[in-house]
């Protein structure tokens, strides 16, 4: 059989068997509609209430404040759109290197009239927190800012950056989707009004997301129907995946420190080994970064005939963004951290997880040097 070494945890996440075996019974037993009076409707509503009370346990927050959607994405775009749509008007602040779930959404406010500003980031990736506070006009509404880089792991100062906008009476929202494993999420310590998380990134189910708004934000709806999570996400409520979300997020914040620990210790391991193929670079931030996440360009290599050769290998990895990997533009996040387009294309990342272990990373270096020098002699056999 041919050995499979999944190092593209930023992209999805297997689910667990413990979540699997908590989602079950809400498939074919337990499956009565919340919304239903009767005893499996109450069955399922009960099922939602705790995964709620579980998640707003987490997040140091009131059961209310808490909204399930269908992804990350659709949070995100709730928190943008919603909020700016239910102003009407105003200014509204992100970064360069925010997920396109964030980046389009301000895109389309920009078309409907309001007013946008894209913060650069230096090098790590990094905002300036002076140029935020710079940025923040009479008329800013809403500020949001990623609390950890989908692509190179940057770990942004998501408290600070709160502090500013409510200095300023600014709403602030954050991605935290990558954060999820790994970081704190309390929303009182962060200073956060809004925060997205999703289910595919912390070993849970896809299909489900997050949004924590802080009581007293006003959102338009993006879904209108039954009125279900608070008037603000109609549809019959997904309850399998809803107690997979809750239940990936306990274990996930029961292990943390362990599997910080354990993740960043491969990360160092993985990283050493890169370094010793000539010609190549990591990219983000050294200090401020998530422990699972290694980002390198290779010179003279393209990202994608990098992927193809390492798949033969049973090597799963990718190239930036799994919602952007197929467009065959340089990742918006590298070029914005300074990375010319040559080098750009030329980048992998590896995401680890909790059950990656040491002998896959000695695999993952053995392979990835092989390729690399593959494909720099073919290149300079082609250049000849």
């Known amino acids: 059989m041919k050995k499979e070494i999944y190092f593209d945890n930023a992209s999805t996440t297997p689910v667990r068997g413990d979540v699997l075996d908590a989602m079950l019974p809400y498939f074919s037993e ?23 009370k579980k998640v707003a346990n987490y997040l140091n927050c009131e059961d209310k404040e808490i909204i399930f959607t269908g992804s990350g994405t659709e949070s995100t775009n709730l928190a943008i759109l919603g909020f700016a749509r239910k102003k009407k008007k105003g200014h509204v602040i992100v970064s360069a290197i925010e997920h396109h779930a964030v980046l389009h959404p301000a895109l389309r406010l920009k078309e409907e009239g309001f007013e946008v500003t894209v913060l650069n980031v230096d090098n790590d990736g990094l905002i300036s927190l002076d140029e935020l506070e710079k940025s923040i006009k009479n008329n800013t509404i809403l500020v949001s800012i990623n609390y950890a880089n989908n692509e190179i792991g940057t770990i942004q100062e998501i408290s600070n950056i709160g502090e500013i906008c409510h200095k300023h009476n600014v709403i602030f929202h954050t991605d935290a989707c990558q954060a999820t494993p790994y970081l704190d999420l309390d929303v009182e310590k962060l200073n956060v009004d809004m925060m997205t998380l999703n289910g595919s990134k912390l070993n849970g189910p896809k299909g489900v997301g997050v949004l924590y708004i802080k009581k007293g934000i006003e959102l338009e709806p993006l879904i209108y129907g039954g009125g279900q999570e608070n008037n603000l996400r109609s549809g019959t409520e997904n309850v399998p995946l809803i107690v997979g979300f809750a239940k990936a ?29 000539p010609n190549c670079q990591i990219n983000g931030s050294t200090e401020r970064r998530l422990p699972n ?23 799963y990895v990718s190239t930036a963004s799994a919602c952007s990997s197929k467009s065959l533009e340089p990742s ?35 392979k990835v040097t092989e390729v690399v020098n593959k494909l720099r002699r073919i290149s300079a056999m082609e250049g000849v």
């Open 30 to 52: 337990k499956y009565g509609n919340p919304g239903s009076m009767h005893s499996k409707g109450l069955d399922a509503l009960k099922a939602m209430y705790g995964a709620r």
């Open 249 to 277: 997020l306990e274990i996930a914040r029961e292990n943390r420190v362990e599997n910080y620990r354990h993740v960043l210790k491969l990360s160092k391991k993985l990283t050493r080994g890169l370094f010793k193929i």
């Open 293 to 315: 996440n290694v980002n390198f360009s290779f010179l003279n290599v393209e990202g994608e005939a990098l992927i193809l050769l390492l798949n033969e290998e049973g090597i």
């Open 332 to 366: 918006h996040v590298l070029m914005a951290i300074g990375l010319k387009p040559e080098v750009a294309h030329g980048s992998l990342r590896f995401t680890l997880n909790w059950f990656n272990t040491e002998e896959e990373v000695e695999y993952v270096i053995q």
